[in-house]
C-alpha cells in the first residue's frame, strides 16, 4: 500500500509527503513522475517525484493544494494510505553532468527542480538557482536548494523577499549582466516558464521545462497529454516530460491547460457543498 | 429435423429511455425465452456454428441443453472452451461468427447462438456456485507473469492458474479488465459481469497487481530475475491514432480512447460525485466506423449531447462495427455520415472546437483488401458545426514493454512478432497474445491466444524441467 510515512507543511499551501513506494522508488530517476488517486471516486492526477530512496523504498510529493484531489490528498496524514499510485512515468531528464546550469523553480515548481539540482551538483556541475514564490510565506525548499547550489537567488511577486517581481525577470538580469550558462532548466506554473522562455530565447540558451498538462493514464493511451512541439504533436507522459522550451507551442498548451476550469471549480464547490460548506 | 422453436428478439430499454442512461440496454432473456430459441435449433449434425466460432463451443450441444431446461449442463458445457461466456455472449460480433454459418440463416434468421451464451451465463451467475478449488494449489511451484489483466491476460492466467502454476497478473491501470473496463460502455458491457469474471480468475489462486506498468515499474528482465519463469504479455493495442489534419489539438478534440477512458472507467457521467470530467457539448462529431466508433457516438448521447453523428469515410457496407450496435445507434437517433471524410477541425479565437471540415468521397477501384477505395470528390468541402470531435480511427500496441524488452521483436505496425500455433515471442520463455499481437481484433480472439499461450507455456515450462 501506498502509505504517507511523513508529512511536512511547507507553506499553508503547499505539503510534502514521503509516500511508501518501493516499487516506484527502486526505479525512479530525477524528471519523472507518478499518477495517483486517493478516493474510488476520485481523478488521476500526475505530481513529480520530488526525491526517493530506494533503500527506504520510498517517494516524496510535493503538491499545492488547488485542486480537489490535492485537496484531500492535503488532509491525508502520516499512516493514512494513496488509494492508487502508478509510476514512475516519462522519460528521466537528461542532466549535463559539466558546466554551468541555471535551475529555476517557481512556487511549487522548486520541489520538482530540486532532485534535478541535487543531481548536478553530485555530477560536479555547477548550480545556479532562482526560486521564486508569490510571497515570502510561500517559498519552498530554500535551505535544500542553497545546500546544493554555488548560488541562490530569491524573487517574490510582492517583493516579501529578493527580488521584487519573477524568476524570469531575475534570469534577464543574469544574462544581461553576461553570466554564462550552459543550460536553464525553469520549471513551476505555466505561465511562468513561459516568461522564461521568452526571457531566454534571444540569448539562445537551450532552455528546458517540464510540462505538467492534464493527464488520464499516463502511458501514452489516451492522448489527454499532448502538446506541440517543433510543430509535432508529442504525448507529454511518455515523451516528456521535460522539452526544449524554445520548441514548445505555449499558445496551445496554455489553452489545453484551461479545459477544464469550470468542471475544476463544480467540482471543489460540490466538495465544499457535501461537507455542509455549502453557500446558498 | 424442422425447427420448433422461434428467434426470440431480447428485450431491451426503449431508445428513448436508454440514451437517458448507462444501464445495459439488452435486458436478458428469460428461461422461458431461451429455451424458445433453442428450441429453434436444428441440431446439424456437420454444425457450421462450431467452425466459425473463434474457439469452437460445442454450440449445439449446450443448445440442446438449454432446450432441456438444464441450465446448469449447459453453461459446463460453453466454459469448456469459453472461459469468459457471458462477456462473448454480449460483445462477439456473432452475425461474423457462429451465426454466420448457421444453416436456418441462408433461408431466414440464424438461430441466436450470442443471446443464448450470454442467457447461461447470466444464469449461471444467478444460480450456481462456481466449483473452484478451495484452496489453491500450486503443485508446480513454478511462477508466471502475466502483464496486462485484458481477455488474453485473464484467460491465459486462469488457464495457467489451473494447471498449477503461482500466477501474478501486473496491470498498469487501477483496475483489470483491459478495453473491458475502460473502454466498453456500462450500457453494453456491464462492469458487474467484467468484475464477476475477474473475481473468478482470482478464486484460481491468480494475484492481479494494479498500477504496475511493466517497462516503467519493473522490466521483463526483472521478473525472470524475480524467479518468474515465463512471461505472456497480453498488453493489447492501447495507443491511439489521430489523423494529422489541421486544429486536432483543439481544445474539444478527444481520442476515443480518452473519451470512453473519461467516461466508463473513470465515470465521467457522474462527475461531480465523481471527480473526472468531461467536455460533451451540445454537437459531437465521431470519425470511424468500428465498435469503438459506435460506443463513443452512444456515450455521447448519453452524457447529454443533443446531435451525435458518426463520420465514416467509406459506406454504411463497409463498417466493421457489430451489427447490433449499428442499429442500437441508428434507433437511439445517431447521424450517420458515410462516404465522408474530415479535413480540418476548425476552432474559435479561444481554441475551441466549432466545428469539423469534411470532404465527401466516391468508391472507387478496390484496394488491396477488395474494398473498393474511397476517393476525394474535388470541391465538395462542407463544415458540420459541432463542439465535440472524437477521433476513433484505430489503435496500435503500446510500445513500452518492446522498448524496454531486449530480443523481443515487433513488426513495423508495432505489433509483437508471434509463432502463431504457440504465441511464442523473439524472446525464450516470453509469450504474447491478444491485440497486442494482432492489433484492435476481438474479444474471442483474445481470450483464444490466451488459452494457445498458456498451453503452449505449459509446455515449454514442462519440458524445461526435463532438459
Ligand atoms: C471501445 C471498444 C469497443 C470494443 N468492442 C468490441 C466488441 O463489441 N466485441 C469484440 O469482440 N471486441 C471489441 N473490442 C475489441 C476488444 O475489446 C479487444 O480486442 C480485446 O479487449 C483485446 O484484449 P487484450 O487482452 O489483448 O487487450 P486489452 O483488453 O487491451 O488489455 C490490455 C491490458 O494491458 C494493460 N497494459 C498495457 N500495457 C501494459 C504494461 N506495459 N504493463 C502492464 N499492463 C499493461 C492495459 O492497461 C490493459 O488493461 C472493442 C474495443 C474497444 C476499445
Ligand atoms: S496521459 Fe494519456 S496519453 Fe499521456
Given at each position: 500500500?501506498?502509505?504517507?510515512?511523513?508529512?511536512?507543511?511547507?507553506?499553508?499551501?503547499?505539503?510534502?509527503?514521503?509516500?511508501?513506494?518501493?516499487?516506484?522508488?527502486?526505479?525512479?530517476?530525477?524528471?519523472q513522475?507518478?499518477?495517483?488517486?486517493?478516493?474510488?471516486?476520485?481523478e488521476?492526477?500526475?505530481l513529480?517525484?520530488?526525491?526517493y530512496?530506494?533503500?527506504?523504498?520510498?517517494?516524496?510529493?510535493?503538491?499545492?493544494?488547488?485542486?480537489?484531489?490535492?485537496?484531500?490528498?492535503?488532509?491525508?496524514?502520516?499512516?493514512?494510505?494513496?488509494?492508487?499510485?502508478?509510476?514512475?512515468?516519462?522519460?528521466?531528464?537528461?542532466?549535463?553532468r559539466?558546466?554551468?546550469?541555471?535551475c529555476?523553480?517557481?512556487?511549487?515548481?522548486?520541489?520538482?527542480?530540486?532532485p534535478?539540482a541535487?543531481?548536478?551538483?553530485?555530477?560536479?556541475?555547477?548550480?545556479?538557482?532562482?526560486?521564486g514564490?508569490r510571497?515570502?510565506?510561500?517559498?519552498?525548499?530554500?535551505?535544500?536548494?542553497?545546500?546544493?547550489?554555488?548560488?541562490?537567488?530569491?524573487?517574490?511577486?510582492?517583493?516579501?523577499?529578493?527580488?521584487?517581481g519573477?524568476?524570469?525577470?531575475?534570469?534577464?538580469?543574469?544574462?544581461?549582466?553576461?553570466?554564462?550558462?550552459?543550460?536553464?532548466?525553469?520549471?513551476?506554473?505555466?505561465?511562468?516558464?513561459?516568461?522564461?522562455?521568452?526571457?531566454?530565447?534571444?540569448?539562445?540558451?537551450?532552455?528546458?521545462?517540464?510540462?505538467?498538462?492534464?493527464?488520464?493514464?499516463?502511458?501514452?493511451?489516451?492522448?489527454?497529454?499532448?502538446?506541440?512541439?517543433?510543430?509535432?504533436?508529442?504525448?507529454?507522459?511518455?515523451d516528456?516530460?521535460?522539452?526544449?522550451?524554445?520548441?514548445?507551442?505555449?499558445a496551445?498548451?496554455?489553452?489545453?491547460?484551461?479545459?477544464?476550469?469550470?468542471?475544476?471549480?463544480?467540482?471543489?464547490?460540490?466538495?465544499?457543498?457535501?461537507?455542509g460548506?455549502?453557500r446558498? | 429435423?424442422?425447427?420448433?422453436?422461434?428467434?426470440?428478439?431480447?428485450?431491451r430499454?426503449?431508445?428513448k429511455?436508454?440514451?437517458?442512461?448507462?444501464?445495459?440496454?439488452?435486458?436478458?432473456?428469460?428461461?422461458?425465452?431461451?429455451?424458445?430459441?433453442?428450441?429453434?435449433?436444428?441440431?446439424?449434425?456437420?454444425p457450421?456454428?462450431?467452425?466459425?466460432?473463434?474457439?469452437?463451443?460445442?454450440i449445439?450441444?449446450?443448445?440442446?441443453?438449454?432446450?432441456?431446461?438444464?441450465?446448469?449442463?449447459?453453461?459446463?458445457?460453453?466454459?469448456?472452451?469459453?472461459?469468459?461466456?457471458?462477456?462473448?455472449?454480449?460483445?462477439?460480433?456473432?452475425?461474423e461468427?457462429?451465426?454466420?454459418?448457421?444453416?436456418?440463416?441462408?433461408?431466414?434468421?440464424?438461430?441466436?447462438?450470442?443471446?443464448?451464451?450470454?442467457?447461461?451465463?447470466?444464469?449461471?451467475?444467478?444460480?450456481?456456485?462456481?466449483?473452484?478449488?478451495?484452496?489453491?494449489?500450486?503443485?508446480?511451484?513454478?511462477?508466471?507473469?502475466?502483464?496486462?489483466?485484458?481477455?488474453?491476460?485473464?484467460?491465459?492466467?486462469?488457464?495457467?492458474?489451473k494447471?498449477g502454476?503461482?500466477?501474478?497478473?501486473?496491470?498498469?491501470?487501477?483496475?483489470?479488465?483491459?478495453?473491458?473496463?475502460?473502454?466498453?460502455?456500462?450500457?453494453?458491457?456491464?462492469?458487474?459481469?467484467?468484475?464477476?469474471?475477474?473475481?473468478?480468475?482470482?478464486?484460481?489462486?491468480?494475484?492481479?497487481?494494479?498500477?504496475?506498468?511493466?517497462?516503467?515499474?519493473?522490466?521483463?528482465?526483472?521478473?525472470?530475475?524475480e524467479?518468474?519463469?515465463?512471461?505472456?504479455?497480453?498488453?493489447g493495442?492501447?495507443?491511439?491514432?489521430?489523423?494529422?489534419?489541421?486544429?486536432?489539438?483543439?481544445?474539444?478534440?478527444?481520442?476515443?480512447?480518452?473519451?470512453?477512458?473519461?467516461?466508463?472507467?473513470?465515470?465521467?457521467?457522474?462527475?461531480?460525485?465523481?471527480?473526472?470530467?468531461?467536455?460533451?457539448?451540445?454537437?459531437?462529431?465521431?470519425?470511424?466506423?468500428?465498435?469503438?466508433?459506435?460506443?463513443?457516438?452512444r456515450?455521447?448521447?448519453?452524457?447529454?449531447?443533443?446531435?451525435?453523428?458518426?463520420?465514416?469515410?467509406?459506406?454504411?457496407?463497409?463498417?466493421?462495427?457489430?451489427?447490433?450496435?449499428?442499429?442500437?445507434?441508428?434507433?437511439?437517433?445517431?447521424?450517420?455520415?458515410?462516404?465522408?471524410?474530415?479535413?480540418?477541425?476548425?476552432?474559435n479565437?479561444?481554441?475551441?472546437?466549432?466545428?469539423?471540415?469534411c470532404?465527401?468521397m466516391?468508391?472507387?477501384?478496390?484496394?488491396?483488401?477488395?474494398?473498393?477505395?474511397?476517393?476525394?470528390?474535388?470541391?465538395?468541402?462542407?463544415?458540420?458545426?459541432?463542439?465535440?470531435?472524437?477521433m476513433?480511427?484505430?489503435?496500435?500496441?503500446?510500445?513500452?514493454v518492446?522498448?524496454t524488452?531486449?530480443?523481443?521483436?515487433?513488426h513495423?505496425?508495432?505489433?509483437?512478432?508471434?509463432?502463431?500455433?504457440?504465441?511464442?515471442?523473439?524472446?525464450?520463455?516470453?509469450?504474447?497474445?491478444?491485440?497486442?499481437?494482432?492489433?484492435?481484433?476481438?474479444?474471442?480472439?483474445?481470450?483464444?491466444a490466451?488459452?494457445?499461450?498458456?498451453?503452449?507455456?505449459?509446455?515449454?515450462?514442462?519440458?524445461?524441467?526435463?532438459?
Amino acid at each position: 500500500m501506498f502509505t504517507i510515512e511523513a508529512k511536512r507543511v511547507l507553506t499553508p499551501v503547499t505539503k510534502l509527503i514521503v509516500v511508501q513506494a518501493p516499487m516506484v522508488a527502486r526505479k525512479a530517476r530525477p524528471g519523472q513522475f507518478v499518477i495517483l488517486r486517493c478516493t474510488e471516486s476520485g481523478e488521476r492526477i500526475p505530481l513529480t517525484i520530488a526525491d526517493y530512496d530506494r533503500e527506504k523504498g520510498t517517494i516524496t510529493l510535493v503538491y499545492q493544494e488547488v485542486g480537489k484531489t490535492t485537496r484531500l490528498l492535503g488532509r491525508m496524514g502520516v499512516g493514512d494510505a494513496i488509494l492508487d499510485l502508478v509510476g514512475p512515468l516519462g522519460m528521466p531528464a537528461e542532466l549535463p553532468r559539466e558546466g554551468r546550469v541555471l535551475c529555476v523553480g517557481g512556487g511549487v515548481g522548486v520541489a520538482p527542480v530540486y532532485p534535478k539540482a541535487k543531481a548536478m551538483h553530485e555530477m560536479g556541475v555547477d548550480v545556479v538557482s532562482i526560486i521564486g514564490a508569490r510571497s515570502a510565506d510561500l517559498l519552498i525548499l530554500e535551505e535544500e536548494m542553497r545546500a546544493v547550489s554555488t548560488a541562490v537567488y530569491v524573487a517574490t511577486d510582492d517583493g516579501s523577499r529578493g527580488h521584487h517581481g519573477f524568476v524570469s525577470d531575475v534570469i534577464k538580469q543574469l544574462l544581461e549582466r553576461g553570466e554564462q550558462f550552459d543550460e536553464i532548466i525553469a520549471v513551476g506554473p505555466i505561465l511562468m516558464m513561459r516568461a522564461c522562455v521568452e526571457v531566454t530565447r534571444p540569448y539562445g540558451v537551450k532552455t528546458w521545462v517540464s510540462m505538467n498538462p492534464i493527464m488520464v493514464d499516463g502511458t501514452g493511451m489516451c492522448g489527454a497529454c499532448r502538446l506541440s512541439v517543433d510543430g509535432k504533436t508529442k504525448f507529454c507522459c511518455v515523451d516528456g516530460p521535460m522539452f526544449d522550451g524554445h520548441a514548445v507551442d505555449w499558445a496551445e498548451a496554455v489553452r489545453r491547460s484551461r479545459i477544464y476550469l469550470e468542471e475544476e471549480k463544480i467540482a471543489v464547490d460540490h466538495m465544499n457543498c457535501a461537507e455542509g460548506g455549502c453557500r446558498p | 429435423m424442422t425447427s420448433k422453436g422461434s428467434r426470440v428478439e431480447m428485450p431491451r430499454q426503449a431508445p428513448k429511455e436508454r440514451i437517458k442512461n448507462f444501464y445495459e440496454v439488452a435486458l436478458g432473456y428469460t428461461p422461458e425465452m431461451a429455451m424458445e430459441t433453442a428450441r429453434y435449433c436444428i441440431q446439424c449434425k456437420k454444425p457450421g456454428c462450431v467452425k466459425g466460432c473463434p474457439v469452437n463451443v460445442k454450440i449445439p450441444e449446450f443448445i440442446e441443453k438449454i432446450a432441456e431446461g438444464d441450465f446448469a449442463a449447459a453453461s459446463r458445457i460453453v466454459k469448456e472452451t469459453n472461459s469468459l461466456p457471458a462477456i462473448c455472449g454480449r460483445v462477439c460480433p456473432q452475425e461474423e461468427q457462429c451465426e454466420k454459418y448457421c444453416v436456418l440463416g441462408k433461408k431466414g434468421e440464424p438461430v441466436a447462438i450470442g443471446r443464448l451464451e450470454r442467457f447461461v451465463a447470466d444464469w449461471e451467475a444467478e444460480n450456481m456456485k462456481i466449483d473452484t478449488p478451495p484452496e489453491p494449489v500450486h503443485p508446480t511451484g513454478k511462477k508466471v507473469a502475466v502483464v496486462g489483466s485484458g481477455p488474453a491476460g485473464l484467460t491465459c492466467a486462469g488457464d495457467l492458474a489451473k494447471m498449477g502454476y503461482r500466477v501474478t497478473i501486473f496491470e498498469a491501470l487501477h483496475a483489470a479488465g483491459g478495453v473491458l473496463v475502460y473502454g466498453i460502455p456500462e450500457f453494453r458491457l456491464p462492469k458487474s459481469v467484467v468484475a464477476r469474471e475477474v473475481e473468478y480468475v482470482k478464486s484460481l489462486g491468480v494475484e492481479i497487481l494494479t498500477n504496475v506498468i511493466v517497462g516503467r515499474t519493473i522490466t521483463v528482465d526483472d521478473l525472470f530475475e524475480e524467479g518468474y519463469e515465463a512471461v505472456f504479455l497480453g498488453t493489447g493495442a492501447g495507443l491511439p491514432k489521430f489523423m494529422g489534419i489541421p486544429g486536432e489539438n483543439l481544445n474539444g478534440v478527444y481520442s476515443a480512447n480518452e473519451w470512453l477512458t473519461r467516461t466508463n472507467l473513470m465515470k465521467a457521467y457522474l462527475f461531480p460525485e465523481y471527480d473526472t470530467p468531461i467536455k460533451t457539448g451540445r454537437r459531437v462529431a465521431v470519425v470511424g466506423g468500428g465498435n469503438v466508433a459506435m460506443d463513443a457516438v452512444r456515450c455521447a448521447l448519453r452524457l447529454g449531447a443533443e446531435e451525435a453523428y458518426i463520420i465514416y469515410r467509406r459506406s454504411e457496407q463497409e463498417m466493421p462495427a457489430r451489427a447490433e450496435e449499428v442499429e442500437n445507434a441508428h434507433e437511439e437517433g445517431v447521424v450517420f455520415k458515410f462516404l465522408t471524410n474530415p479535413v480540418e477541425v476548425i476552432g474559435n479565437e479561444a481554441g475551441w472546437v466549432t466545428g469539423l471540415k469534411c470532404i465527401k468521397m466516391e468508391l472507387g477501384e478496390p484496394d488491396a483488401s477488395g474494398r473498393r477505395r474511397p476517393v476525394p470528390v474535388q470541391g465538395s468541402e462542407f463544415v458540420i458545426p459541432v463542439d465535440t470531435v472524437v477521433m476513433a480511427l484505430g489503435t496500435s500496441p503500446n510500445p513500452i514493454v518492446s522498448q524496454t524488452t531486449p530480443g523481443l521483436r515487433i513488426h513495423d505496425w508495432g505489433g509483437l512478432i508471434v509463432e502463431e500455433q504457440t504465441g511464442l515471442t523473439t524472446r525464450e520463455g516470453v509469450y504474447a497474445g491478444g491485440d497486442a499481437v494482432t492489433g484492435s481484433a476481438t474479444v474471442i480472439l483474445a481470450m483464444g491466444a490466451g488459452k494457445t499461450a498458456a498451453s503452449a507455456i505449459h509446455r515449454y515450462l514442462t519440458e524445461k524441467q526435463g532438459r
